[in-house]
């Protein structure tokens, strides 16, 4: 008898309890889901991908992103477990509209039970569900959920897998990377196993946050989509409209996600160089038709004019105080006049933007641009350097540099004081 023939065939590989339903009985029972590039065509191909932003992804400013080439808008991302239960709450965070489409929401949970639940309330209005396994916050370890399951698969692969079987709509994931690709490669095909019809990779591991922030990578991105049969989103290191397509080639993926970049500078995916105050007139128009909390407001208006608020700092103290929409429409009126005085004494050519030591676009302050996220170095206790230059020693031009936060959570905790009881 030879080796071959003595050889013992691999066993195959087991499936898992809770997968209660094998694939041809789902597509029995939900014959007219979409699953992964069917779902992702009929989405319009999205390119163009705004990211799942607490209090700053909402509908307004998805409206705002679309007019500005955002092909995808997510939700920001919710709590299932008061979505769930919490009719006060559902009403709050959740809108939309007509022209919100394509849209996918997000939720973060634990529950799988819980998670179905939620979905299901958005299910005919929503292109698909979005699971939250990517934050890295200290609310979201205390809330056992986001990037704090990444350890326990068992409960992730439930999570999706219980709405992989029961949902009338499709569910996707965002993930975070490991330190090794080959378990960034595992877990993302764990993830695709339980039923996720789109995965979004967030190149940088969980401990990679604020101030540590740094670069993503986008090398364990590309080896996430190799191996996967799912359409891949990358997610980290854009700054302007040309790193979009530099991450495609890099990576193969199908669409790239936008998260902080997209909150300065709303109109990236169009590579057009605008004024602040245009934004911001334009978002303000669009909220007095889609009722948008003041905090959100705020928030946005915090953010465009970031540049312009450190010199005109009487403007700053005037924004934390208005709570009305005319008093924000003064507000950037006010802004306006001041940053219109400024660019008339200004040599600024938008077709001529020059680059600093580090590569960075010279922009003024009253135009949109990314934020440049510095750490001190203690070595030269009278210099900073940019974050990515803190991390890594090629060129920005050649690596990417990152400024993506993870799902802009830092006023979460006094929002949501109930996640201490889990989601």
Same mark, same amino acid.
């Given at each position: 008898? @030879?080796?071959?023939?003595? @050889?013992?065939?691999?066993?195959?590989?087991?499936?898992? $309890?809770?997968?209660?339903?094998?694939? +041809?009985?789902?597509?029995?029972?939900?014959? /007219?889901?979409?699953?992964?590039?069917?779902?992702?065509?009929?989405?319009? *191909?999205?390119?163009?991908?705004?990211?799942?932003?607490?209090?700053?992804?909402?509908?307004?400013?998805?409206?705002? *992103?679309?007019? !500005?080439?955002?092909?995808?808008? !997510? /939700?920001?991302?919710?709590?299932?477990?008061?979505?769930?239960?919490?009719?006060?709450?559902?009403?709050? =965070?959740?809108?939309?509209?007509?022209?919100?489409?394509?849209?996918?929401? =997000?939720?973060?949970?634990?529950?799988?039970?819980?998670?179905?639940?939620?979905?299901?309330?958005?299910?005919?209005?929503?292109?698909?569900?979005?699971?939250?396994?990517?934050?890295?916050?200290?609310?979201?370890?205390?809330?056992?959920?986001?990037?704090?399951?990444? $350890?326990?698969?068992?409960?992730?692969?439930?999570?999706?897998?219980?709405?992989?079987?029961?949902?009338?709509?499709?569910?996707?994931?965002?993930?975070?990377?490991?330190?090794?690709?080959?378990?960034?490669?595992? !877990?993302?095909?764990?993830? $695709?196993?339980?039923?996720?019809?789109?995965?979004?990779?967030?190149?940088?591991?969980?401990?990679?946050?604020?101030?540590?922030?740094?670069?993503?990578?986008?090398?364990?991105?590309?080896?996430?989509?190799? &191996?996967?049969?799912?359409?891949?989103?990358?997610?980290?290191?854009?700054? !302007? =409209?040309?790193?979009?397509?530099?991450?495609?080639?890099?990576?193969?993926?199908?669409?790239?996600?936008?998260? $902080?970049?997209?909150?300065?500078?709303?109109?990236?995916?169009?590579?057009?160089?605008?004024? /602040?105050?245009?934004?911001?007139?334009?978002?303000?128009?669009?909220?007095?038709?889609?009722?948008?909390?003041?905090?959100?407001?705020?928030?946005?208006?915090?953010?465009?004019?970031?540049?312009?608020?450190? #010199?005109?700092?009487?403007?700053?103290?005037?924004?934390?105080?208005?709570?009305?929409?005319?008093?924000?429409?003064?507000?950037?009126?006010?802004?306006?006049?001041?940053?219109?005085?400024?660019?008339?004494?200004?040599?600024?050519?938008?077709?001529?933007?020059?680059?600093?030591?580090?590569?960075?676009?010279?922009?003024?302050?009253? #135009?949109?641009?990314?934020?440049?996220?510095?750490?001190? +170095?203690?070595?030269?206790?009278?210099?900073?350097?940019?974050?990515?230059?803190?991390? &890594?020693? /090629?060129?920005?031009?050649?690596?990417?540099?990152?400024?993506? *936060?993870?799902?802009?959570?830092?006023?979460?905790?006094?929002?949501?004081?109930?996640?201490?009881?889990?989601?």
């Amino acid at each position: 008898m @030879t080796v071959a023939e003595t @050889t013992t065939a691999p066993a195959a590989a087991k499936v898992p $309890e809770h997968f209660t339903m094998t694939e +041809d009985e789902i597509i029995a029972k939900f014959p /007219t889901r979409l699953r992964g590039f069917d779902l992702y065509h009929k989405m319009g *191909s999205p390119k163009n991908i705004v990211a799942p932003m607490v209090d700053q992804s909402e509908l307004a400013w998805r409206m705002l *992103s679309r007019n !500005y080439g955002a092909d995808l808008c !997510y /939700t920001p991302m919710f709590n299932a477990k008061l979505f769930a239960n919490e009719q006060k709450y559902r009403n709050e =965070q959740w809108q939309t509209n007509e022209t919100d489409k394509p849209v996918i929401v =997000q939720f973060c949970a634990n529950d799988p039970d819980i998670l179905l639940k939620a979905a299901s309330l958005v299910a005919g209005q929503a292109d698909a569900v979005d699971l939250n396994l990517g934050c890295p916050q200290h609310i979201a370890k205390r809330g056992h959920y986001g990037s704090f399951l990444m $350890e326990e698969w068992d409960l992730v692969s439930k999570l999706i897998r219980k709405l992989h079987e029961n949902l009338e709509i499709p569910v996707t994931a965002k993930i975070r990377v490991f330190p090794e690709v080959e378990k960034t490669i595992e !877990y993302a095909k764990m993830v $695709e196993a339980a039923g996720a019809q789109i995965i979004t990779v967030h190149g940088r591991l969980r401990e990679q946050k604020g101030h540590k922030t740094g670069l993503a990578d986008w090398t364990k991105i590309k080896a996430v989509k190799d &191996a996967v049969k799912v359409p891949v989103f990358a997610n980290g290191n854009i700054l !302007y =409209q040309e790193d979009i397509q530099r991450c495609i080639d890099a990576t193969n993926v199908e669409g790239v996600m936008t998260a $902080e970049t997209n909150l300065y500078n709303p109109a990236l995916f169009t590579g057009k160089v605008l004024p /602040t105050w245009q934004l911001a007139e334009e978002y303000l128009e669009i909220c007095k038709d889609v009722p948008t909390k003041a905090a959100y407001i705020r928030g946005h208006l915090f953010k465009l004019f970031r540049y312009s608020l450190p #010199i005109h700092t009487d403007l700053r103290q005037k924004l934390v105080e208005v709570k009305e929409l005319d008093g924000f429409r003064q507000f950037v009126g006010d802004m306006k006049a001041r940053l219109v005085a400024d660019a008339e004494g200004s040599d600024f050519d938008p077709e001529a933007v020059v680059v600093d030591e580090f590569g960075y676009r010279k922009y003024p302050t009253w #135009i949109c641009q990314p934020a440049l996220r510095f750490e001190h +170095d203690k070595e030269h206790s009278k210099s900073k350097r940019l974050l990515n230059e803190a991390q &890594a020693d /090629t060129p920005a031009d050649d690596t990417g540099c990152a400024t993506g *936060s993870c799902d802009n959570v830092d006023n979460e905790a006094k929002r949501q004081k109930t996640l201490d009881e889990g989601v």
